[in-house]
């Protein structure tokens, strides 16, 4: 038999393409899947009872006051969300330059767990972000002095932000400042509380994005000067990341981040590759609005351009998935 012969064969023998045309069968053989069980849904939470805030830059979220929330995380709970990140917002006029209503036992933050998990239990994860920028008076994520942050004088404020979210029950607490050394400070403040039990989600790896312009709006955050350049990380680093991960991890994380998501989806596969920890997605607000607008105009089909972005962070080795996108995925069958 000639080579060419046989060449011709081995084509005719493998063909791909056989499972990829029925249905059923294309489904049988997916080699990454996405459920329910991988997605938290972000919320915004203001310091009154009632509020619900839809945010011109995010269209289908909303800022909500806390019993608002509460009744949003049960309906979506109905739906399939079993776990939340929630960032808050201080009462008017309470911003300082320490961001001490961080930590306050009565914060937006602090009541919304506490009810949530009231309502829910165990069936409800209930994540906390821990970071000072929604609370400062200047917008930066620590200690401000002559236009530079203070990484040592943060780590304290931090450590009692996370440990008052711990008090009102929280699952996890997740440092999202860039502080060196925020992992174990935090980690040593929950156990010297008690709360052993509590985990951390690290924002292991988060860049300095330009991504993050809506949710700035949603949690009134952006800076009144300078910019996150100096703690958080350059866009063009991956090497980095790694660092910082091996970093976050022998400070004693229990889940790695990397945020945004989808164009970092090499640094999810890179950080994937390094440790055995649960490994966390962000995809962001200014991922989410991009979607929002470009579908609202026509130019895409929406739910296709979703579960799209939606798996390409789970094959990059996403084992979480952070996103706005929750809610519409599972109620329209995104997934």
Same mark, same amino acid.
């Given at each position: 038999?000639s080579t060419e012969t046989?060449?011709?064969?081995?084509?005719?023998?493998t063909?791909p393409?056989?499972l990829?045309?029925?249905?059923r069968?294309?489904?049988?053989v997916?080699?990454?899947r996405l459920?329910?069980d991988?997605?938290i849904?972000p919320h915004?939470?203001l310091?009154t009872d009632?509020?619900?805030?839809p945010?011109?830059s995010?269209?289908?979220?909303?800022?909500?006051? *806390?019993?608002d929330?509460?009744?949003r995380?049960? #309906?979506d709970?109905?739906? %399939?969300i079993?776990a !939340? =990140?929630?960032? @808050?917002t201080?009462?008017?006029?309470?911003?300082d330059?320490q961001?001490?209503?961080a930590?306050r036992?009565?914060?937006?933050v602090a009541?919304a767990?506490g009810?949530?998990k009231?309502k829910l239990g165990?069936d409800? *994860?209930?994540v906390?972000?821990?970071c000072?920028? #929604?609370?400062t008076s200047? %917008?930066h994520?620590g !200690? =401000?002095?002559? @236009?530079?942050v203070?990484?040592d004088?943060?780590?304290?404020?931090l450590?009692?932000?996370?440990?008052a979210?711990a008090?009102a029950?929280?699952d996890l607490v997740?440092?999202s400042?860039m502080?060196?050394?925020?992992?174990?400070?935090?980690?040593a403040g929950?156990?010297?509380a008690?709360?052993a039990?509590?985990g951390?989600l690290?924002?292991?790896?988060?860049y300095?994005s330009a991504?993050y312009?809506?949710?700035?709006d949603?949690a009134e955050?952006?800076?009144?000067?300078g910019?996150r350049?100096?703690?958080?990380?350059d866009?063009?680093?991956?090497?980095?990341?790694?660092?910082?991960?091996?970093l976050?991890?022998?400070?004693?994380?229990?889940?790695?981040m990397?945020?945004?998501?989808?164009?970092?989806?090499d640094?999810?596969?890179?950080?994937?590759a390094?440790t055995?920890?649960?490994l966390?997605?962000?995809?962001?607000?200014?991922?989410?609005?991009?979607?929002k607008a470009?579908?609202?105009r026509g130019?895409?089909?929406e739910?296709?351009?979703v579960?799209?972005n939606l798996?390409?962070?789970?094959?990059?080795?996403?084992?979480i998935?952070?996103?706005?996108?929750a809610?519409?995925?599972?109620?329209q069958?995104?997934?």
């Open positions: 038999m046989e060449t011709t064969l081995t084509t005719l023998r063909r393409r056989r990829r045309a029925g249905g069968l294309r489904d049988l997916r080699e990454t459920s329910a991988q997605l849904m915004f939470v310091p009632s509020a619900d805030e945010l011109s995010m269209p289908g979220i909303s800022r909500y006051g *806390v019993r929330l509460v009744a995380v049960v #309906a709970a109905h739906l %399939g079993r !939340v =990140l929630l960032f @808050g201080p009462e008017e006029g309470a911003k330059e961001g001490s209503a930590s036992p009565d914060s937006a009541r767990v009810e949530i009231q165990d409800i *994860v209930v906390t972000d821990v000072l920028c #929604a609370y200047h %917008g994520c !200690v =401000l002095r002559h @236009g530079r203070i990484n004088e943060t780590l304290p404020l450590e009692a932000m996370a440990v979210h008090r029950g929280a997740a440092p400042d502080m060196d050394g925020r992992v174990a400070a935090i980690r929950l156990d010297d008690g709360f039990d509590t951390v690290s924002y292991a790896v988060k300095a991504y312009g809506p949710f700035r949603a955050s952006s800076p009144a000067s910019d350049k100096a703690y958080q990380m866009p063009a680093n991956v090497r980095e990341a790694i660092r910082e991960a091996r976050d991890e022998g400070e004693g994380a229990d889940i790695l990397v945020k945004p998501a989808l164009a970092y989806l640094v999810i596969r890179a950080v994937r390094e055995v920890l649960p966390a997605a962000y995809n962001v607000s200014g991922e989410y609005s991009a979607v470009a579908a609202e130019w895409m089909d739910g296709a351009v579960r799209e798996r390409a962070m789970a094959r990059a080795g996403a084992d998935i952070i996103t706005y996108h809610r519409d995925a599972l109620e069958g995104w997934l």
